[in-house]
């Protein structure tokens, strides 16, 4: 086993506690890894099978030669700027599984399979159609992303494997080893994996591991479930809300949405489920670029959450004529300028740190560099509301704005 902090070598203790599967069965060492370092397909190979894995064993093997490897620029690139990435957060978090380690063979050969951190995206099946996602990652957008995009075809719906009963048969061979379920989708709390596994958890007294969702928080209850009866029984829930803007913005941007009911949802969760950790995630786009510190103060004053560093923020990168550098350097301006307002004059103090160091991030980001592709917004905006029968100067009127101020 490396010695010394795990936290300053190259380690990262995730290839030998960890896979992560997308709905389409593309198998990789984490969320953050290259895309291009694909491990296997779950669709004609067990999660058994993958997990030692040709490339699975050379990451292995780098890591414990204290090697960078290329597969985790993303992480490395984090800490070099400054921040926390997910390997030091993982490090931390699962450093009782250091041990593991030390059985390694030579070649990367880890003959148990400990899956104690689990995240499996079964499917796209989706209730919502963001406008910053797509048919990877929602069953709604296919149609839609055909009408944008002419020239291919999608599956509505994609899954990891092809039938729930293959997910399951793979899954129990490792499910005791779990100490911590991260479920996102799609959308988990519309998928029959997400409640095969929580009744199979109750069944089997495994109440006591961590279980962390990313959820639009649009319905509580799914065919015969009531998902609030199956949380109770567990000690340790976090929720990630997926929530980019209230009332019309959220309509807007994520598709999908009755915000009353998103609102009655959120209240209901905080009120009734003292088991809960309750945080908000916020995805950063052009659409919600000049209000996501309005959204903020509107969440802290409703107290969707109990301290403002339970809100985060998430900047997309795709599409990238969505992404916030788009925007014409005066707007930036604009935005930051609201920003520090926010910063100084409306944010609460008591446990905001994290918030504010986002904050800045975010406006350091935005200054970073620009993206010539405010036009091609303009033009994608304006073609998905035709198809969606919806008009952007209506509902998020400083977009008109922006295209008459230049």
């Not at 900047?315 to 100084?344: A, D, G, R, S």
Request: overall charge negative; glycine content about 4%; aromatic content about 12%.
């Amino acid at each position: 086993m490396i010695g010394g902090n795990v936290l300053s070598n190259n380690l990262c203790i995730l290839p030998w506690i960890h896979l992560h599967a997308f709905a389409n069965g593309d198998v990789y060492p984490c969320c953050m890894a290259d895309y291009n370092f694909k491990l296997g397909n779950s669709r004609n190979q067990t999660f058994t099978e993958i997990w030692n894995s040709q490339r699975m064993k050379e990451l292995r093997v780098s890591m414990i030669n204290d090697q960078q490897h290329s597969a985790c620029d993303k992480c490395y690139n984090i800490e070099n700027s400054g921040g926390t990435s997910m390997r030091q957060n993982m490090n931390t978090q699962f450093s009782h599984k250091f041990t593991n380690v030390d059985t390694t063979h030579p070649d990367g050969t880890v003959d148990k399979v400990d899956m104690t951190y689990m995240d499996i995206r079964f499917s796209n099946i989706c209730n919502f159609k963001c406008r910053s996602c797509g048919p990877t990652f929602s069953s709604q957008w296919k149609d839609e992303w055909e009408q944008l995009y002419t020239g291919g075809t999608w599956p509505r719906v994609t899954r990891v494997k092809n039938t729930l009963a293959e997910v399951w048969e793979d899954i129990e061979t490792w499910i005791d080893t779990v100490e911590q379920i991260y479920f996102a989708g799609g959308e988990p709390l519309i998928m029959d994996e997400h409640y095969k596994i929580l009744e199979y958890l109750i069944a089997n007294n495994k109440t006591d591991i961590g279980i962390s969702y990313n959820t639009n928080m649009s319905t509580l209850v799914y065919k015969k479930h009531n998902v609030i009866d199956l949380w109770k029984h567990f000690k340790n829930i976090r929720i990630d809300a997926s929530l980019d803007g209230y009332g019309k913005h959220a309509e807007y941007i994520r598709a999908g949405t009755d915000w009353n009911q998103v609102e009655k949802n959120i209240e209901y969760v905080r009120s009734n489920c003292v088991n809960i950790t309750f945080s908000i995630s916020c995805t950063v786009s052009v659409y919600n670029a000049f209000h996501i510190t309005d959204f903020f103060k509107y969440c802290i004053d409703k107290k969707f959450v109990d301290y403002p560093d339970n809100i985060t923020i998430n900047i997309v990168q795709f599409p990238e004529l969505l992404n916030t550098q788009v925007l014409p350097m005066h707007l930036k301006n604009q935005v930051i300028e609201k920003v520090n307002k926010y910063i100084h004059n409306d944010m609460p103090t008591y446990k905001s740190s994290v918030l504010k160091n986002n904050l800045d991030m975010y406006k350091n980001y935005l200054l970073e560099r620009n993206i010539n592709k405010f036009d091609e917004f303009i033009g994608w905006t304006a073609k998905l509301d035709g198809i969606r029968n919806e008009n952007v100067d209506n509902i998020l009127p400083e977009i008109k704005a922006l295209t008459d101020d230049r």
